[in-house]
């Protein structure tokens, strides 16, 4: 999985920010010719198949599974809307599309860059699909307690995972914490509210903690904005327990311990044994 994601910068990979556009005010085409696109059509028995497998998790194993096949699902759309991406900034260039660039389905004008335009948008919206996915499983494994979403939406999004620099990091941690340490780990950037913190880990030893994965030894700093660790403890507290105050930081390479100092606790009184079932 992490072999297919390109190195590039953020500018390359495009706004960091969720797009909110409505499908009503499309300049080129209507709700319709969205909802009717191949892409999005063949899309709507792979989100069903999604589904059915999230409620079919019983165990640590099946859960991480899940990631992996949704993970996978989202990288291929996600390469195909960069590759989309490039085409436009190509043909706003004066140049022809890319011979890379992914076979157009709308059956558009090639030579209009509204019609490339149009295949990015198609992208953009099954990723956010693909992710809302991701978000039943983040509300499961959190209890489906609304305070600590909330706390853990608090960002900006982080932008695709296809392309990110830091994905291979995250997705090696990932897979030491599921095989090697027999925790339960959820990737944030599977998800569309989760935007604080890279994963949330649940092992038999630990309180349930929320990580960034660096790979840079000498970058300490996280990612969350200011107020956010105390929203947490605050939203823990009102629930009757108490969540980490900061934000776990983790350098790959080195043991996997706290940079930050932390306060111990169960975020939603989870557990890895009930993160895993809810997942």
């Not at 080129?28 to 497998?53: G, N």
């Not at 305070?147 to 994905?167: D, T």
Request: charge should be neutral.
């Amino acid at each position: 999985m992490a072999s297919a994601a390109r190195k590039t910068t953020a500018a390359e990979r495009g706004d960091r920010h969720t797009c909110t556009m409505s499908l009503f005010h499309a300049d080129s085409y209507s709700p319709d010719d969205m909802v009717m696109h191949p892409r999005h059509q063949a899309m709507q028995s792979v989100l069903v198949q999604l589904i059915q497998q999230l409620r079919a998790c019983e165990t640590v194993e099946a859960g991480a599974d899940f990631q992996r096949d949704l993970l996978t699902r989202l990288l291929e759309v996600e390469k195909d809307r960069w590759e989309f991406k490039r085409a436009v900034t190509r043909m706003r260039n004066g140049k022809q599309p890319h011979r890379e660039v992914p076979e157009l389905q709308s059956g558009r004008d090639p030579a209009d860059i509204a019609t490339w335009r149009f295949e990015h948008d198609v992208c953009e919206r099954l990723a956010r699909q693909l992710r809302s996915v991701g978000d039943a499983l983040a509300w499961r494994v959190f209890g489906f307690h609304r305070p600590f979403i909330l706390a853990l939406c608090r960002n900006q999004s982080p932008g695709p995972m296809y392309g990110k620099a830091g994905l291979p990091a995250e997705l090696e941690h990932f897979e030491r914490a599921c095989k090697e340490d027999g925790a339960f780990a959820l990737l944030h950037d599977l998800t569309n509210c989760l935007r604080i913190g890279d994963m949330t880990v649940w092992d038999s030893v630990n309180p349930p903690r929320t990580e960034e994965i660096k790979t840079n030894p000498k970058n300490t700093k996280s990612a969350a904005p200011p107020g956010a660790s105390f929203l947490m403890a605050s939203y823990g507290l009102d629930r009757g327990g108490v969540v980490d105050r900061d934000v776990v930081v983790v350098h790959e390479g080195q043991p996997a311990v706290a940079h930050r100092p932390s306060t111990a606790s169960s975020t939603a009184g989870a557990t890895p044994s009930n993160a895993a079932s809810a997942s």
